[in-house]
């Protein structure tokens, strides 16, 4: 033992002075390892692995939870609310409401009145028991009324804008000939009201109402439609109305109508591109102005059929287009008005004096003009009236003495003209 502890003593003493010092890089690089060794291992009174495992699945469990409530939507059915606690419910109501409760107990003395209170506590229903509803057009929190120590349970609500009215409708028609029916059909949603505003005037109130044009032009249509809260929503669709052809032709009739003389026809119609002609003795024409020959005498209806460019039609009959006798009218050649003043020219026919210039007639025509010249050829006198004459005056002023010139033009309703010409000798009473 002694000689193994001098071989020891031998070996220190030779290696003392060889003993080398580490480097602090070498100690940091010791220590570091030590430091990780201990980490991974477990120790109850050092921070660790496990320590730090256990607060990453805290964090990561508490992250998940936050998120999932933050992402939910507030969910509203039509599921009735319950409630499975007996403990009583304090409502705090508000400061200018009054509150009446309804007693189904013994009536009170009444003499008895009690202040209404400013909160009222109310029994909350058992499990199952209906506490509330929700509607579409609002959230009605009413509860049903229950009945406990007399006391029935007020109904609270909620309010929602109701929904914003929107007009629309359509119509039979869009473009047609006058008079043009038009059919509307009401469309609207969320109204309760409706105004209607033709374009000419006309309105209606009613949903679907029905309208005449009775004028050609463009309409504009328009629906104004009133819901709930004076809420307004309106639409507007146009309506075009054509004009009918103002048809109008006359016949060139030989004073002898004899077989194979032909009958010439003046068509003087306006706005109509398309002409259909029956002559009624089975012939027919599509040129404005035809003629035609009868093979005989007889009773024949002449009828004129115009088309407008848009299609609309209207028509006139002539009927015994063959009749031989032509209208008369006849004028006097003289006559002497009244030199105190202008009489206005009306007369019944029946006057003896002769102060107003008027024809004789055989039928009335249904159109009329009579035109008097001066010598000048100066237009002194004019009447579309065939019940109207000439009283002397033009602009309230007697016109001389001489001979004036008169020209009239009648048409009657079988469609014969008369077209004469003529002169009268304006005379001054002495």
């Not at 010249?373 to 003495?401: H, K, M, T």
């Amino acid at each position: 033992m002694t000689r193994h502890k001098n071989i020891e003593d031998l070996f220190r003493q030779e290696l003392s002075g060889l003993e080398l010092s580490p480097s602090p890089k070498v100690w940091k690089k010791v220590r570091s390892r030590l430091a990780w060794k201990s980490f991974l291992q477990f120790d109850p009174y050092s921070f660790n692995i496990y320590y730090a495992s256990l607060l990453v699945l805290a964090a990561i469990t508490a992250i998940l939870v936050l998120t999932g409530e933050a992402g939910k939507e507030p969910v509203i059915t039509n599921h009735q609310y319950t409630t499975n606690t007996r403990q009583p419910v304090t409502v705090p109501l508000p400061e200018e409401t009054d509150i009446v409760p309804t007693h189904t107990g013994t009536k009170k003395d009444a003499g008895q009145q009690a202040a209404p209170p400013s909160v009222t506590t109310l029994p909350a229903a058992e499990s199952g028991t209906e506490r509330g509803s929700i509607t579409e057009k609002g959230i009605s929190q009413a509860a049903e009324p229950f009945e406990e120590s007399g006391i029935t349970e007020s109904s609270s609500s909620v309010y929602l804008p109701s929904a914003q009215p929107r007009a629309w409708f359509d119509m039979s028609a869009k473009q047609g000939c006058t008079p043009l029916k038009v059919t509307f059909r009401n469309y609207s949603e969320n109204a309760a009201q409706y105004n209607w505003s033709f374009g000419d005037g006309g309105s209606s109130a009613e949903k679907d109402p029905a309208y005449v044009f009775d004028e050609p032009g463009v309409y504009f249509i328009t629906l104004t439609a009133t819901g709930t809260e004076n809420r307004l929503s309106t639409y507007t669709d146009t309506v075009r109305v054509y004009a009918l052809p103002a048809v109008r032709f006359e016949a060139d009739v030989p004073e002898l109508a004899e077989a194979g003389v032909p009958v010439y026809f003046y068509n003087y119609t306006r706005n109509a591109v398309e002409y259909k002609w029956d002559f009624g003795d089975g012939s027919v024409s599509d040129l404005k102005d035809p003629s035609c020959s009868y093979s005989q005498p007889g009773l024949y209806h002449v009828k004129l059929v115009a088309i407008t460019a848009e299609g609309c039609k209207d028509s006139l009959v002539i009927r015994d287009i063959l009749k031989a006798n032509e209208p008369d009218i006849r004028f006097p050649s003289a006559f002497s008005p009244n030199t105190t003043g202008p009489a206005g020219g009306n007369y019944t026919g029946r006057e003896s004096n002769h102060e107003v210039f008027y024809p004789y007639k055989s039928e009335m025509p249904v159109e009329y003009c009579l035109r008097i010249f001066n010598r000048n050829g100066i237009l002194v006198f004019e009447s579309n009236d065939i019940a109207i004459g000439w009283d002397g005056y033009c602009r309230q002023e007697l016109q001389p003495p001489g001979v004036y010139v008169w020209k009239v033009r009648a048409r009657f309703a079988d469609g014969r003209t008369v077209v004469k010409a003529g002169d009268v000798t304006l005379l001054w009473r002495q």
